[in-house]
C-alpha cells in the first residue's frame, strides 16, 4: 500500500472538517483545531493586532499561541489525528 503524503492525508482531513457542524464540538475543540490549521497553513502567528480585533479572536489568537511551537508539518499531523478521532466517535453515536 501507498502511503499518502502529509499534504493530501492534511487536505482531506480539511474536507472532512468542513462538513462538521459547529453544535457538533465543543468551542475548546474548535478552537484547537482552528489553531492547529492556522499554524498548519500559515506558520508562526504574526502578533499585528488591528482595531477591529474582538474578544473572540483574542481566544483563537491564544489557542494559536499555544501550539506555535509546533512546526507546520507537526500541526497538519495533529490536526489529521484530531479530524479522525472526531470523525470515528461521530460515527459511533
Not at 506555535?68 to 497538519?76: I, N, V, Y
Request: aromatic fraction near 10%; charge should be negative; avoid cysteine.
Amino acid at each position: 500500500m501507498i502511503e499518502k503524503n502529509l499534504d493530501t492525508r492534511f487536505l482531506e482531513a480539511v474536507e472532512i472538517a468542513s462538513k462538521m457542524t459547529q453544535a457538533e464540538l465543543p468551542q475548546d475543540v474548535q478552537l484547537r483545531l482552528y489553531a492547529f490549521y492556522k499554524q498548519a497553513t500559515f506558520g508562526t502567528l504574526d502578533l499585528k493586532q488591528t482595531s477591529t480585533y474582538h474578544l473572540r479572536d483574542a481566544f483563537k489568537t491564544n489557542a494559536w499561541m499555544q501550539i506555535s511551537h509546533l512546526t507546520p508539518d507537526e500541526a497538519k499531523e495533529q490536526y489529521i489525528e484530531m479530524i479522525h478521532f472526531l470523525n470515528k466517535n461521530s460515527n459511533q453515536l
